[in-house]
């Protein structure tokens, strides 16, 4: 299996700007997570779904940010409009269930690195 | 709400020597603890994961324990080698909002 695929790898912006970041999981998990990592406060959950469907967006920090997840294989993170402090790595983990049961175990991307100027 | 503290920060041995990290949690009521390693400028790769009915699990010379009651976890590397470089990210979960991650512990082995 070829694993969690993010793209970019790197984005570099201007303040103002849309960000689209992607994310195919590994096939076959039924939740998908979006993470941002910083060196001030480290990984923080924005946002998970179970089979396609959103269940806590709590951790989104403004109404800036947006992501959907149109299928199985595929969801996106949109910041629009981008500012310098989303300037930051976005991870995308996938995570299997068996039984019905979710195993808590994660798979992670290789991440986003998003600078924006 | 869950809160996930690595003790040390940072940590710097040479080659060879055994050696503790540390993983505290607020909520004892866990699924499970995992442990990730992170390389500069890669995603997490899980090493370990502990069920919350288990009391620890190992993997080549990497040994995990967990303590629900003390809401603790160790994660123990024998016979260090520069390899084992990296951050080290404790992860407690599943809650409502997933896992929680502390901060990790940055190790550096000295060759």
């Known amino acids: 299996d070829a694993g969690v695929i993010q793209s970019p790898r790197h984005e570099v912006t201007e303040m103002g700007q849309e960000v689209t970041l992607r994310c195919k999981p590994i096939?076959?998990?039924?939740?998908l997570f979006w993470y941002r990592q910083t060196m001030m406060r480290g990984l923080e959950l924005l946002i998970y779904?179970?089979?396609?469907?959103?269940?806590?967006d709590s951790g989104m920090p403004e109404d800036r940010f947006s992501a959907k997840m149109p299928n199985a294989s595929f969801s996106t993170l949109k910041i629009q409009p981008s500012e310098p402090r989303d300037s930051a790595v976005y991870f995308c983990?996938?995570?299997?269930?068996?039984?019905?049961?979710?195993?808590?175990?994660?798979?992670f991307g290789e991440g986003s690195r998003l600078t924006v100027l | 709400k869950q809160e996930v503290t690595q003790i040390p920060a940072a940590l710097s041995v040479p080659e060879g020597e055994n050696l503790v990290l540390n993983c505290s949690f607020t909520?004892?009521?866990?699924?499970?603890l995992q442990w990730f390693r992170q390389d500069p400028g890669k995603g997490l790769t899980s090493l370990l994961l502990?069920?919350?009915?288990?009391r620890e699990q190992t993997s080549g010379r990497l040994n995990a324990s967990l303590d629900k009651s003390s809401g603790r976890s160790t994660l123990y590397i024998a016979a260090s080698q520069p390899g084992d470089s990296a951050t080290y990210l404790c992860?407690?979960?599943?809650?409502?909002?997933?896992?929680?991650f502390g901060k990790g512990t940055h190790l550096i082995i000295q060759p």
């Open positions: 502990i069920q919350s009915s288990q």
């Open positions: 096939s076959g998990h039924n939740s």
């Open positions: 992860a407690v979960g599943p809650g409502a909002d997933g896992l929680t």
């Open positions: 779904f179970n089979n396609n469907v959103p269940i806590d």
């Open positions: 983990a996938s995570s299997p269930r068996e039984a019905g049961v979710w195993t808590g175990e994660l798979f």
């Open positions: 909520d004892s009521a866990i699924y499970n």
